[in-house]
Structure formats: structure tokens, C-alpha cells
């Protein structure tokens, strides 16, 4: 990927030794051209990177205006409500928004934001926290330079930028600080033996929650071997696999430990689960196991998905603002295109207090028996 503008058609009619006027009828494809020739060309158009004047020009104001919205998953309620704001805010300004799915997959999101590019999207927004490595970087950074040099932008929507200097807009909420907020409310509540339901090393949302797991604890006293994650990732599944083990478990993993589904700290009161649909299992998991919530442990979650309200009991939870967060994507990156790339807006968060919490039975916080 060069840094230089555009690359033109005469660039690739140079390339392919052809005259601009072959260049274009392979294009277009609408004109008989021989095979070899039509292999040369392509290949130039590929060598240099090539997007065809029909989509710039798509870009800057005529033809079609596409936003493309990139997804882990669309089963996912909080992705679900990313793209509703997205579709919705596009659909208000008379923009198409197309979405796709990659299941988690580089290659398949590469393939994706390559296709917007070639189709003229103007937005491709990718959702999301994700594994925050140096081949996430690579790509992100190519992702950035490839969309900016065909007249698009890219906004990270629910994820840091890997580096500040790439043209890319990033549109984010503030993870720790509603993490830090919720493990505060069961601190308040009398819980101390707290465990966090949900972690997944280097990805960048679960991250941030965890830190503000720890730092609650830490401005409440509590040194860093009260902290205990159980990194069993994110889904229902996950969470009332893990939150079973955790009971069957009703070990401790030690100081500091981070804990795997089968060790449990001692007589822990409460789960911090990383998502509401964790928490969805963990509340079937401790029903299974003859336990009440919050009478015998208290629940929370994170992102107050629709649901939430009407899971047995209503979940305690952070409300992040994840359809005003697809919205925020597109309304920002039009609105001031000049300056949006590289720049970084943060959506606040705030707790949703239902049922799930009460404080920790008599006689446990204080050494007796454990609930489990």
C-alpha cells in the first residue's frame, strides 16, 4: 500500500501496457477484450491498488451513498443494537447500510472491508472489542490507509485505534470506568469476595472492564489478591459453564491468581459478569445448583441488553449506549469529515439497578460458612 493519492487509470494503463481506453472496457466489463489482455489489465489494477474513478466519484457525493457496518456476530444483542443505530442513522440521511459478519474471522473481515472499498462504501465501520495484537494492528493500519486513499474513512466503533496517526475515526464507551462504577455498587452493598465471570486476555472491551474491576476494589481497600477472573470468555454458554464449575469448585486460587472454571475464590458473595448474556448463564447455573440470587449471591452484568429486565431476577447491570453508539459512528464521520479521522470521542456509561443484588448473607463477609 503506497502513501502517495489515488492511483489513476493512466497509472495502470502504464502498467499493463495497454492503451486508458482497454483499461476501462475490461473495467467496466461491458465490452469483449481477449483473455490475455484482460488478465494483464486486472493484475496491473491489482499490483497498484487500483479503485475505479465510478466509486471515487460514489464517495464524494454522487451515485450511491453506502455505509458498511462489520460485525462479530448479528446473534448478539449488543451488536444487534450497533447496527439498528447505524442502519438507523444512515436510513435518516437517505444513506444504504449494508452489514456483514465475520465470526471472528481476520481474513473474512479483510475480504469484507476490501469489497466496501471496491463497491464505494464511504463508512466501513467495524464493532467491537477484539485481540489487540501486532497482526490487529497491521490490518487495521492497511485497513485505514486503503479506505482513506479511495476517498473513505474507517471508524472503529466500540474499540480503540491501535495508532493514534492512522486516518481512522474511533467512537468508543468508557469500559473501565462503568466496570469501576458497577463493582463499586457491590462493594457498597457489603460484598468483598467478588468474582469477575467473563475474562478474555487481550481483548481490548474486556480488558478495560477488568481493570475497573480491580482499581473498584483497590480504592475500597482491597489489596490485589481480591481480585479473581475467571477468563472463560464471553456467551450464555460460557458463563453457566464456568459459574457451574465455579461451584462445584469452592476452592480459592490464591493471591492474585486469575481463575480457571474449576477454582473458585473462598465464600465469594457475588459475580461480575462480563456481559448480560454471561450473566444470563451464570443465573441458570446458580438456580441449578438450589441457590437463589440475590438472597445466596448477587449478579451483575454489563450492557443492559433488552433482556436484562426480564431475566429471573431483573439483572443489575451497565447501561452502555450501544444503538446511540452505532449512531454516534455515522453522525460524527459525516458531519465533519475533515476532521474526524483520528480523532476519538468516548460515550459515557451509567448502572441500571434492578434485583440482583442485596447484601451478602449474615456471617459470610465476616468468615462464615460459604454459600456454595
Same mark, same amino acid.
Given at each position: 500500500?503506497?502513501?502517495?493519492?489515488?492511483?489513476?487509470?493512466?497509472?495502470?494503463?502504464?502498467?499493463?501496457?495497454?492503451?486508458?481506453?482497454?483499461?476501462?472496457?475490461?473495467?467496466?466489463?461491458?465490452?469483449?477484450?481477449?483473455?490475455?489482455?484482460?488478465?494483464?489489465?486486472?493484475?496491473?489494477?491489482?499490483?497498484?491498488?487500483?479503485?475505479?474513478?465510478? =466509486?471515487?466519484?460514489?464517495?464524494?457525493?454522487?451515485?450511491?451513498?453506502?455505509?458498511?457496518?462489520?460485525?462479530?456476530?448479528?446473534?448478539?444483542?449488543?451488536?444487534?443494537?450497533?447496527?439498528?443505530?447505524?442502519? @438507523?442513522?444512515?436510513?435518516?440521511?437517505?444513506?444504504?447500510?449494508?452489514?456483514?459478519?465475520?465470526?471472528?474471522?481476520?481474513?473474512?473481515?479483510?475480504?469484507?472491508?476490501?469489497?466496501?472499498?471496491?463497491?464505494?462504501?464511504?463508512?466501513?465501520?467495524?464493532?467491537?472489542?477484539?485481540?489487540?495484537?501486532?497482526?490487529?494492528?497491521?490490518?487495521?493500519?492497511?485497513?485505514?490507509? @486503503?479506505?482513506?486513499?479511495?476517498?473513505?474513512?474507517?471508524?472503529?466503533?466500540?474499540?480503540?485505534?491501535?495508532?493514534?496517526?492512522?486516518?481512522?475515526?474511533?467512537?468508543?464507551?468508557?469500559?473501565?470506568?462503568?466496570?469501576?462504577?458497577?463493582?463499586?455498587?457491590?462493594?457498597?452493598?457489603? =460484598?468483598?469476595?467478588?468474582?469477575?465471570?467473563?475474562?478474555?486476555?487481550?481483548?481490548?472491551?474486556?480488558?478495560?472492564?477488568?481493570?475497573?474491576?480491580?482499581?473498584?476494589?483497590?480504592?475500597?481497600?482491597?489489596?490485589?489478591?481480591?481480585? =479473581?477472573?475467571? +477468563?472463560?470468555?464471553?456467551?450464555?454458554?460460557?458463563?453457566?459453564?464456568?459459574?457451574?464449575?465455579?461451584?462445584?469448585?469452592?476452592?480459592?486460587?490464591?493471591?492474585?491468581?486469575?481463575?480457571?472454571? +474449576?477454582?473458585?475464590?473462598?465464600?465469594?458473595?457475588?459475580?461480575?459478569?462480563?456481559? +448480560?448474556?454471561?450473566?444470563?448463564?451464570?443465573?441458570?447455573?446458580?438456580?441449578?445448583?438450589?441457590?437463589?440470587?440475590?438472597?445466596?449471591?448477587?449478579?451483575?452484568?454489563?450492557? +443492559?441488553?433488552?433482556?436484562?429486565?426480564?431475566?429471573?431476577?431483573?439483572?443489575?447491570?451497565?447501561?452502555?449506549?450501544?444503538?446511540?453508539?452505532?449512531?454516534?459512528?455515522?453522525?460524527?464521520?459525516?458531519?465533519?469529515?475533515?476532521?474526524?479521522?483520528?480523532?476519538?470521542?468516548?460515550?459515557?456509561? =451509567?448502572?441500571?439497578?434492578?434485583?440482583?443484588?442485596?447484601?451478602?448473607?449474615?456471617?459470610?463477609?465476616?468468615?462464615?460458612?460459604?454459600?456454595?
Amino acid at each position: 500500500m503506497t502513501s502517495k493519492g489515488r492511483v489513476t487509470i493512466r497509472e495502470v494503463a502504464e502498467r499493463a501496457g495497454v492503451s486508458m481506453a482497454t483499461v476501462s472496457r475490461v473495467l467496466s466489463g461491458n465490452h469483449p477484450v481477449p483473455a490475455s489482455t484482460r488478465a494483464r489489465v486486472l493484475r496491473a489494477a491489482r499490483d497498484l491498488d487500483y479503485v475505479a474513478n465510478a =466509486h471515487a466519484r460514489a464517495l464524494v457525493g454522487g451515485g450511491r451513498k453506502m455505509v458498511a457496518v462489520v460485525l462479530r456476530q448479528v446473534t448478539s444483542p449488543f451488536y444487534a443494537q450497533v447496527a439498528e443505530g447505524v442502519e @438507523a442513522e444512515a436510513a435518516a440521511r437517505g444513506w444504504l447500510c449494508l452489514v456483514g459478519t465475520t465470526g471472528g474471522d481476520p481474513g473474512r473481515e479483510l475480504e469484507f472491508v476490501q469489497l466496501m472499498r471496491e463497491e464505494g462504501a464511504r463508512l466501513v465501520i467495524l464493532v467491537g472489542g477484539v485481540v489487540e495484537d501486532d497482526a490487529y494492528r497491521e490490518r487495521v493500519a492497511h485497513y485505514a490507509q @486503503a479506505l482513506a486513499s479511495a476517498g473513505a474513512r474507517l471508524v472503529l466503533c466500540g474499540r480503540p485505534a491501535p495508532d493514534p496517526d492512522i486516518p481512522a475515526l474511533v467512537v468508543e464507551f468508557d469500559n473501565e470506568a462503568g466496570a469501576r462504577a458497577i463493582t463499586g455498587h457491590l462493594l457498597s452493598a457489603g =460484598h468483598r469476595r467478588i468474582v469477575f465471570l467473563g475474562g478474555l486476555p487481550g481483548n481490548t472491551a474486556l480488558d478495560a472492564r477488568v481493570a475497573g474491576y480491580r482499581a473498584a476494589l483497590a480504592e475500597h481497600g482491597l489489596g490485589p489478591e481480591a481480585a =479473581h477472573v475467571v +477468563d472463560c470468555g464471553l456467551g450464555r454458554a460460557a458463563g453457566h459453564r464456568a459459574m457451574t464449575e465455579l461451584l462445584k469448585a469452592g476452592g480459592d486460587p490464591g493471591p492474585g491468581d486469575t481463575a480457571t472454571p +474449576d477454582a473458585a475464590p473462598a465464600r465469594f458473595t457475588a459475580v461480575f459478569a462480563g456481559d +448480560d448474556m454471561v450473566a444470563a448463564g451464570a443465573l441458570r447455573a446458580i438456580a441449578d445448583a438450589g441457590l437463589r440470587v440475590p438472597q445466596d449471591i448477587s449478579v451483575v452484568g454489563y450492557n +443492559d441488553i433488552p433482556l436484562a429486565e426480564d431475566f429471573n431476577p431483573p439483572l443489575t447491570t451497565v447501561r452502555t449506549p450501544a444503538e446511540e453508539l452505532g449512531r454516534a459512528a455515522v453522525r460524527i464521520a459525516l458531519r465533519d469529515p475533515e476532521h474526524a479521522a483520528g480523532a476519538h470521542h468516548l460515550l459515557g456509561t =451509567h448502572i441500571v439497578v434492578r434485583d440482583s443484588v442485596q447484601p451478602p448473607p449474615p456471617g459470610i463477609e465476616d468468615g462464615g460458612s460459604t454459600p456454595v
